[in-house]
């Protein structure tokens, strides 16, 4: 009777220490599992994170470089517009002005203007508005060489506005024509800008 009582004993402990041992297994393999889980999981997530920090990066560098280069182009475009203002200026201005300030020079540009003008059948009534710091050297030009246009009703007036070159216009002051140095230099520098930059830059 004890016998079968220790073998029963023995039978139960056996059974028990197998369910635990299963057990004891069985948690270890869902533990197991479920780190599994987690550690794919932040993997997942480290490489998604990793995958959008490079995009980001990409985009930052190429948003970058394209700043670099319109900043580039511009500035660039900036600096051949300066040396093409520099190039026309130093060509037009002082050749304008010198010739301009020729009294001869000045005298010719209003006969032909003046002869040309169409005012009806009568002569016109023109006023011609000099540059005042060579009033005398004009008036003698005029007086010497254009006589007949001073005879037929022409004025001749002087500013200190006016460097060299003229204004000239009916007396009435209806209007002027004006060919003063600054004129003829924004004329000739608005049909040279075109084949000096073409010159200078192949553009």
């Known amino acids: 009777m004890e016998q079968k009582i220790q073998e029963l004993t023995a039978k139960i402990y056996q059974e028990g220490v197998e369910k635990g041992e299963a057990q004891a297994k069985k948690i270890t393999a869902d533990?197991?599992?479920?780190?599994a889980a987690v550690i794919a999981e932040a993997k997942a997530q480290a490489g998604k994170i990793i995958t959008d920090a490079k995009q980001q990066a990409a985009e930052l560098n190429r948003n970058t470089e394209a700043e670099i280069r319109?900043?580039?182009?511009?500035?660039?475009?900036?600096?051949k517009q300066q040396i093409l203002n520099l190039?026309?200026?130093?060509?037009?201005d002082n050749g304008a002005a010198v010739a301009?300030?020729?009294?001869a020079t000045i005298k010719e540009f209003v006969a032909t203007i003046v002869h040309n003008w169409k005012s009806g059948s009568e002569a016109p009534k023109l006023e011609v508005l000099l540059p005042a710091q060579k009033q005398e050297e004009l008036r003698r030009a005029f007086e010497k060489g254009a006589s007949d246009l001073l005879k037929k009703g022409m004025t001749l007036s002087f500013s200190k506005s006016i460097k060299s070159g003229f204004r000239i216009g009916p007396q009435d002051g209806s209007f002027k024509i004006s060919l003063?140095?600054?004129?003829f230099a924004e004329f000739f520098k608005e049909?040279?800008?075109p084949r000096t930059r073409t010159y200078l830059f192949g553009e």
């Open 31 to 35: 533990a197991q599992e479920k780190a």
């Open 100 to 103: 301009l300030s020729d009294p």
């Open 87 to 92: 190039v026309t200026a130093k060509v037009i």
């Open 180 to 183: 003063t140095d600054e004129d």
């Open 191 to 193: 049909y040279l800008r």
């Open 70 to 79: 319109l900043s580039g182009t511009q500035a660039l475009s900036a600096i």
